[in-house]
């Protein structure tokens, strides 16, 4: 599975996009890209994945780069209960996902 | 829809006994179920795959004789942690997918106390 990379932390101003970069370079063809996050202390929760199109759903949009080496999550209008690690999944052909170190994003008031 | 539960949310338990986690996929039949440890500050691990029915698959490193995994039916799969040291205080996170998705729904978790 390839391994992804992601910033330690990130701090977004309420109301304003946050856009969470995640870089995955040894990436395969048939390999998606799986968004998930996760509040203090409880499970994580399924946001959006894609493969090679630009995907958005009522929670997030997922832009993929032409080359597939890297994505970024935008949170269109963060809001104080978007603070969260999220973590960055890329998914092969097996159903496991390898978590990396996620991204800790504070939305600030 | 989607939902995954687990009990007990936390629970806390002396050192050399043994503590049983449930995983429930509550509104759809979870062919495959993940069980997830995380220490504070720190991501997720994976620790073991259980299809319905068969053996569970440990990853590397997981003992597989101190982490019983079961799973008997479509909707619950069962983590027990044997002669628990505290040294397996941790968070345990399970999640389980449905024939044909490959998403996979995450329980709550359950904080685990060994004294």
């Known amino acids: 599975d390839a391994k992804t990379t992601q910033p330690t932390s990130m701090d977004c101003a309420e109301g304003r996009a946050a856009n969470l970069p995640c870089n995955h370079s040894?990436?395969?063809?048939?390999?998606?890209v799986y968004w998930y996050r996760q509040i203090h202390s409880q499970g994580p929760q399924y946001i959006i994945h894609?493969?090679?199109n630009n995907e958005t759903n009522e929670m997030a949009s997922l832009i993929i780069t032409e080359d597939r080496k890297s994505s970024t999550l935008i949170l269109p209008h963060a809001t104080l209960r978007d603070t969260a690690v999220y973590y960055c999944i890329v998914r092969s052909g097996t159903y496991k996902y390898i978590f990396g170190t996620g991204t800790r994003l504070k939305v600030l008031a | 829809g989607a939902v995954v539960s687990q009990h007990p949310s936390r629970v806390i338990c002396k050192s050399g006994t043994s503590v049983k986690i449930e995983c429930r996929s509550l509104?759809?039949?979870?062919?495959?179920m993940f069980w997830y440890r995380q220490f504070p500050k720190q991501s997720l691990m994976l620790m073991a795959t259980?299809?319905?029915?068969?053996?569970?698959?440990?990853e590397q490193g997981v003992e597989k004789d101190k982490f019983l995994i079961n799973h008997a039916s479509l909707t619950l799969s069962t983590l027990t942690v044997t002669s628990a040291h505290p040294e397996d205080s941790s968070f345990y996170i399970c999640s389980a997918r449905s024939l044909g998705s490959y998403e996979q729904y995450f329980g709550p978790g359950t904080r685990l106390t060994v004294t």
């Open positions: 259980s299809n319905e029915g068969s053996k569970a698959t440990y």
């Open positions: 040894t990436i395969s063809g048939n390999e998606y």
């Open positions: 509104d759809f039949q979870a062919t495959t």
């Open positions: 894609g493969l090679k």
